[in-house]
């Protein structure tokens, strides 16, 4: 079974800074653009930083300048590294491939406080 694994959320002061990484199980994950998702309360599902298979990256208005996203295709693992959070990027943060989602993970907690 094809497994996404989430970490590193927690809580954070505004200002501050979290790493977070997916690891994936697929081999499927190596060969596509994946990207990470968040979904606060309340709100849809949505991507905010994508990376093809050559590290082009693309990240979304809200994030852009702040959020980094890498990976590492030796170990099949994605990060995003977070700085200058704000409280409004509280959600649970999701990794899967862009364009067909595999069986969304359960996500990390990503809380940020004024």
């Known amino acids: 079974q094809v497994q996404l694994v989430e970490s590193g959320g927690g809580l954070v002061q505004a200002g501050g800074s979290l790493r977070l990484s997916c690891a994936a199980s697929?081999?499927?994950?190596?060969?596509?653009?994946v990207g990470w998702f968040r979904q606060a309360p309340g709100k849809q599902r949505e991507l905010v930083a994508r990376i093809s298979t050559n590290g082009i990256t693309t990240y979304a208005d809200s994030v852009k300048g702040r959020f980094t996203i890498s990976r590492d295709n030796n170990k099949n693992v994605l990060y995003l590294q977070m700085n200058s959070l704000k409280p409004e990027d509280t959600a649970v943060y999701y990794c899967?491939?862009?364009?067909?989602?595999?069986?969304w993970g359960q996500g990390t907690q990503v809380t940020v406080s004024t």
């Open positions: 899967n491939i862009v364009a067909y989602n595999l069986n």
């Open positions: 697929t081999s499927a994950f190596r060969v596509n653009t």
